[in-house]
């Protein structure tokens, strides 16, 4: 059993156990969906998902090294920076943070083993359902299952573990699927009943009744009425024909309209749910009820700020964390997503900023000429930046008196 120092006291820790992942959660029909096959049958929680893992991989994870605190240069060769760019020989860079955030957004847990070659660092995934943690408060092994059968065991400096919270269990994170149960497990009913209802044609349930003083139907009638309405009415091709009752007869639905059920209602709640548990701005999941020009901009700054902001700095300090120990040159050295990149305005705001930033012209004409793809031209000043007349270097914009006291 392991003795631990707690404010100068010993004490004894409980003997490592093994977290062993469910990745199922149980619906309506009793039989557990694992959290793959959520994923597949769930267009909801896939949208969010992918949202998330696409809107993260795009993104850069440069590496820099602070210089002092209002200076840094960026490493272009560091071994942290090539492990980012080139993590084993069968996965990009951006392949390898967009699997890593649809592992974080299905399961709340990544694990990424650590294969080492004489030059280089190399990450490559492992599923998460098919590994488990050994340990208490932290881990001491993980331990991965292959078919089921066989198991190989790895140290913890040898995978790196982006795990999230769980309220009893230090080890690894709990599944956002798991909190959405009851919403995935009601789209699932309503799922399987819209699909038996198109399964039968569409046929609207009902009864047809015959008025109590009608004569009495022999076996041979009922069965020959029975026949005659199947061939007219039901099956695809029969949809939306006019039904005919005899003298007397009437038709009584038994089952709920499309409109009464509230289908539609109901798929649009599921994603509503899937995205507020991923913190995801409505109208970036298609949810468009409230979106306007204004509001969907402001929205696109909330993305990368506030939605996506905490699983890029989390990603960041593991990567410092667990990774940046195995090189030897770590002195102030640290990542970061290039989210700035994403902030910026349209090429018109940009251009007005830094020229209020500035106080002159950015370019020349030769550069603005590259950009428009033509040709240089060999003339006086086609190298040089213009200075407009009421601009003077060093000092304000020059104000004219005269027009400034008529006005």
């Known amino acids: 059993m392991p003795i631990v120092s707690s404010f100068g006291a010993l004490t004894s820790t409980p003997a490592p156990v093994r977290w062993t992942p469910t990745n199922a959660v149980s619906l309506f029909t009793g039989s557990p969906q694992t959290y793959a096959a959520l994923y597949r049958t769930q ?52 392949r390898m943070f967009e699997t890593l955030m649809q592992d974080l957004g299905v399961s709340f847990n990544a694990f990424l083993v650590k294969i080492r070659t004489r030059d280089h660092l190399g990450l490559l995934r492992m599923p998460p359902e098919e590994v488990s943690v050994e340990g208490r408060l932290v881990p001491r092994a993980y331990v991965w299952t292959v078919d089921g059968r066989r198991e190989e065991r790895y140290a913890p400096q040898d995978v790196v573990h982006f795990g999230g919270y769980d309220p009893l269990n230090p080890l690894a994170g709990l599944s956002p699927l798991e909190t959405l149960r009851k919403t ?23 009864v047809i009744e015959r008025p109590a003083t009608a004569p009495r139907w022999e076996e ?33 639905d038994r089952s709920f309209s499309a409109k009464e059920s509230e289908f539609n209602a109901s798929r649009k709640l599921t994603r509503e749910e899937c ?41 960041e300090e593991e990567f410092e964390r667990q990774v940046l120990p195995e090189f030897e040159d770590t002195d102030r050295v640290y990542c970061e997503f290039n989210i700035q990149e994403k902030l910026k305005g349209s090429f018109e705001e940009q251009a007005s900023s830094l020229r209020e930033l500035v106080g002159g012209p950015l370019m020349t ?24 007349l009421n601009v003077t270097s060093g000092a304000p914009p020059v104000v004219d008196r005269e027009r400034t006291a008529g006005a």
Not at 47 to 68: E, K, P, S, W, Y
Request: positive net charge; charged residues 25%.
């Open 43 to 94: 267009p909801n929680v896939r949208i969010c998902v992918d949202f998330l893992a696409r809107n993260v991989a795009q993104l850069g994870l440069h590496t820099f090294r602070r210089i002092t605190d209002n200076d840094r240069v960026r490493l272009y060769d560091h071994g942290l920076a090539q492990t980012i760019k080139r993590p084993n020989p069968w996965t990009s860079r951006y």
């Open 365 to 388: 004409r030769n550069e603005g000429r590259a950009r428009l793809n033509l040709p240089a031209v060999d003339e006086e000043g086609a190298d040089t930046l213009v200075t407009p």
């Open 275 to 315: 995205a507020a548990q991923y913190h995801i701005p409505q109208p970036m999941v298609g949810i468009l009820d409230h979106a306007t020009f204004s509001n969907v901009k402001e929205q696109h700054k909330h993305l990368y700020q506030d939605a996506l902001g905490p699983w890029t700095v989390m990603i």
């Open 220 to 252: 041979p009638h009922r069965a020959k009425f029975r026949e005659d309405w199947q061939a007219a009415h039901a099956g695809a091709p029969n949809s939306g024909k006019t039904a005919i009752l005899e003298d007397g007869m009437t038709w009584k």
């Open 184 to 206: 995935l497990a009601e789209e699932a009913a309503a799922g399987e009943y819209r699909q038996y209802f198109w399964r039968n044609a569409a046929r609207v349930e009902g």
